[in-house]
């Protein structure tokens, strides 16, 4: 399955890329805000995000809104430290599919991922 992978820390982009890569994930597209994620997504189209809350130019509940509107089959697991309630309700009712807080370990992150597909595979 095609993955992308947006968050603003390039660390954490290379993380979750190669645990997903070495999970056979194909990984097409890597985006540091939700303004690049959205222009990217129109193009690379890809079934699963992995998704950053907090970003520069547009953050990741606005990011999630669009996303959904241009395909809202996309499988979307928001990574995040802000690990509060009221924003994990808001992405889940805006169609995100899981929530993976940080810090995470490759476990964490493969499992969440597996969770999040489960009824496609």
């Keep these: 399955m095609r993955i992308m992978v947006v968050d603003d820390s390039e660390i954490i982009r290379i993380k979750i890329a190669d645990v997903l890569a070495d999970e056979n994930f194909e990984i097409v597209g890597k985006a540091n ?11 690379l189209r890809p079934e699963i995000m992995t998704l950053d809350i907090t970003m520069p130019l547009m953050d990741g509940i606005e990011t999630i809104k669009k996303i959904v509107e241009i395909d809202d089959q996309v499988r979307i697991l928001v990574v995040s430290a ?35 597909i489960e009824d496609l595979v």
């Design 33 to 43: 805000n939700g303004v690049d994620a959205v222009k990217q997504f129109q193009q």
């Design 82 to 116: 802000l690990a509060d309630k009221a924003t994990l309700l808001r992405a889940m009712s805006l169609g995100a599919y899981g929530f993976l807080c940080k810090p995470f370990t490759d476990n964490d992150l493969a499992e969440a991922i597996e969770e999040l």
